[in-house]
């Protein structure tokens, strides 16, 4: 079913590429009456009365007809179609545009699409009921029809041609306010890469590229638009986004945007930790978690994400742990098996701890407490540069907690442990650290054998627990006293240890 897969995708592919050059070959005629027929008074590509042209962009409009590209209406949601068409009965302008144009022009089946407009977030805003506007840094309009929600952005313009209030930027250089509207051609050479500001349009049914994005979807290369490092110091996220697409695509990020980025990955510490921590979703928990995590270390922005993991790479447990981590996060995406942010970063996060941990008991400190000190110092630490919600940072501590009582199995503990809420991650936690190499092999095999037997073969195995085991297997002391012990062994159902 692969190999039909990857033959299918790589047909469609093809196709694109064969058509592309036949294109290529018509444009060439074309550029002469496409610059004369947008200069025209009354084209539909002219600005329209009161919004600010750009001077900057001399780029040259290229338009893909109908039968020289393979998208078709039919991928694109019926939501989207319809903003769109809402939008041209209205008189504006309206496109399909960034990753949805490019994933179909890739083959893919994009979840979401984006709508791009000349119509202003308050006069979309009238064309649809139920939409809000959201954002501070860029105002865009949130369209729900039925169950969807289309994202519409009203065309930018360059920050520096607008007023005080409109556009803004911090001392590094960083966008903090970039509501200029533009046209489309401004707005596409605001675009963080050329592979995402293609524009798709229903009247005609064309594809719209200004900056060479096709031609950088067919050499399979992310590359930016403008000036490499004054458009990461805009917005250093883009960093991490260029890494994001070169992995899920399998693209090679061009050479000339790829030289700042080890300079200027310092830059992600002005970050708000809320927003990089959305962004380390989109890039561990999309599928290709392992490629962009190599590719995060290659251009040095991982340690900037996770330090105190980033320190810990050089111990081969840790590295292992961590690429398994990520792999079988990878495996379950793609399986459309359910993953969990607090799975990932316990992942993460627990070379750290469990060095602090070991560190703490070389002073004296038991090893509950040790494990809560150096969990907490961890967790505050990771704090300064991403958020974790408590939702996820809570079953992240549990998972790290059980790790200490999964090698306890005698009595009751082994019944209790297999109906707490947090065991099946702490067994698959338990399974990743023996993969790794940082514990030895045996444990995880046993709670393995002991989840697929029946009630007697599990009491069986409680009793033949050595005794002499993991610290923690034997009875305590004050259990001799009685009470629930002793009634159990009444009834036989439980053994005494």
Known sequence: MQWAADKTDSRMFNTLISRIKRWHDKSKSAESDSTVESSRPGSKHSPRPGRKKSKRSKNTRTVIARGDHCLSRRDVSRAALTVMKRLQ??????????????????????????????ATPEQA???????????????????????EVIEVTTFRGHHSDGEAHEAQQSEHGMLLRDNVYGDLESDAVRRDFTVNALYYTTNGFEIHDYTGGIQDIEQRLIRMIGDPATRYKEDPV????????????DFDIEPGTAAPLRELAPLLRNIAPARLFDEVLKLLMSGNGERTFELLREYELWSHLFPDNARMLESPEALALTR???????????SDQRVTPAFLY???????????QKFLSDKGIPPVPALAQA?????????????IPK???MPMREIW?????LPRRGGERAFRLMEHPRFRAAYDFLLLREDSGEIPTGLGQWWTEFQQQDEEQRLQMVRDVPRNGPRGSKSRGRRNRGGRRNRTNKGGDRPSN
Request: glycine content about 8%; cysteine-free.
């Open 125 to 147: 805003k009238q064309l649809f009921r139920g939409a809000r506007i959201v954002g501070r840094r860029f105002r865009i309009l949130h369209a729900r029809i039925g169950r």
């Open 238 to 249: 883009r960093m991490l986004r260029a890494v994001r697409f070169a992995a899920k695509l």
């Open 346 to 356: 316990a992942a993460l996060l627990w070379p750290a701890v469990n060095s602090e």
């Open 324 to 334: 398994q981590a990520l792999r079988n996060t990878d495996t379950r995406i793609r």
């Open 375 to 387: 969990a907490q110092k961890i967790t505050s630490a990771q704090l300064v540069h991403t958020a």
């Open 391 to 393: 939702r996820f940072s």
């Open 89 to 118: 009965e209205a008189g504006f302008e309206a496109y399909i545009v960034g990753g949805g144009v490019r994933d179909l022009l890739l083959g893919g089946h994009p979840k979401d699409f984006d709508v791009a407009t000349d």
């Open 401 to 405: 907690d059980m790790q200490s009582r």
